[in-house]
């Protein structure tokens, strides 16, 4: 008897290896990053529900969606907003086809 497991390297991003469509992957990914860090910073400040939506300006049950990782319901906007909030710097990088360094855009 086989207890051989397949293993698949991943493309990168985990919505598109889920079967998502390209966009829509895109999209989720783009969401999941910012998402993801304010939950830890959240998470590290050990702010109650109530205190982390006083800092960032919403609802309890704002902060209740995040948690549980329900990012489809905000704009990236919003999202890098609520890490101004939390006084993170944020800054894009763009690296356009050809070019050998990045812009950076301070948000």
């Given at each position: 008897?086989?207890?051989?497991?397949?293993?698949?390297?991943?493309?990168?991003?985990?919505?598109?290896?889920?079967?998502?469509?390209?966009?829509?992957?895109?999209?989720?990914?783009?969401?999941?990053?910012?998402?993801?860090?304010?939950?830890?910073?959240?998470?590290?400040?050990?702010?109650?529900?109530?205190?982390?939506?006083?800092?960032?300006?919403?609802?309890?049950?704002?902060?209740?969606?995040?948690?549980?990782?329900?990012?489809s319901d905000?704009?990236?906007?919003?999202?890098?907003?609520?890490?101004?909030?939390?006084?993170?710097?944020?800054?894009?990088?763009?690296?356009?086809?050809?070019?050998?360094?990045?812009?950076v855009i301070?948000?």
């Amino acid at each position: 008897m086989s207890n051989k497991i397949r293993v698949e390297e991943g493309s990168g991003n985990i919505f598109k290896d889920l079967g998502f469509s390209d966009d829509v992957a895109k999209d989720e990914l783009l969401r999941a990053q910012p998402g993801v860090e304010i939950q830890c910073i959240l998470k590290e400040r050990e702010l109650t529900q109530t205190e982390a939506a006083n800092l960032l300006g919403v609802k309890r049950t704002e902060i209740s969606r995040l948690n549980d990782a329900k990012l489809s319901d905000y704009s990236v906007e919003r999202l890098l907003r609520f890490l101004e909030c939390l006084n993170c710097e944020v800054s894009i990088h763009i690296c356009a086809p050809g070019y050998d360094t990045a812009r950076v855009i301070a948000v």
